[in-house]
């Protein structure tokens, strides 16, 4: 049974940083492309970054150069670092893995 669990998520000013963290078990995980989306209240949910089995990143354009995805296979866990936070970031961020589930979300909310 596949399982991601992710953590890391919370309240930050703007321009402020947080790292969130997905653990995945039930995947063969050094195979898997892992990605992070977010969904904002009243909006669909957009996939923000991916990192492939062989660590090629791919960022939305809003994210880019703000946020760093990256994995460690030792811990079967994917990061994605959040810099220059801004309120439009603010979303339930999900981590997802290429055969299809997902974890349960986690909150992340910039405010002033």
């Known amino acids: 049974q596949v399982q991601l669990v992710e953590s890391g998520g919370g309240l930050v000013q703007p321009g402020g940083s947080l790292r969130l963290s997905c653990v995945a078990s039930?995947?063969?995980?050094?195979?898997?492309?892992m990605a992070w989306y977010r969904q904002a209240p009243g909006k669909k949910r957009e996939l923000v970054a991916n990192?492939?089995?062989?660590?090629?990143?791919n960022y939305v354009d809003s994210v880019n150069g703000r946020f760093t995805i990256s994995r460690d296979n030792a811990k079967n866990t994917v990061y994605l670092r959040m810099n220059s936070l801004t309120h439009e970031d603010t979303a339930v961020y999900y981590c997802?893995?290429?055969?299809?589930?997902w974890g349960q979300g986690t909150q992340v909310t910039v405010f002033s």
């Open positions: 997802h893995v290429a055969s299809g589930a």
């Open positions: 039930g995947i063969i995980f050094r195979f898997s492309t």
């Open positions: 990192i492939t089995s062989a660590s090629r990143t």
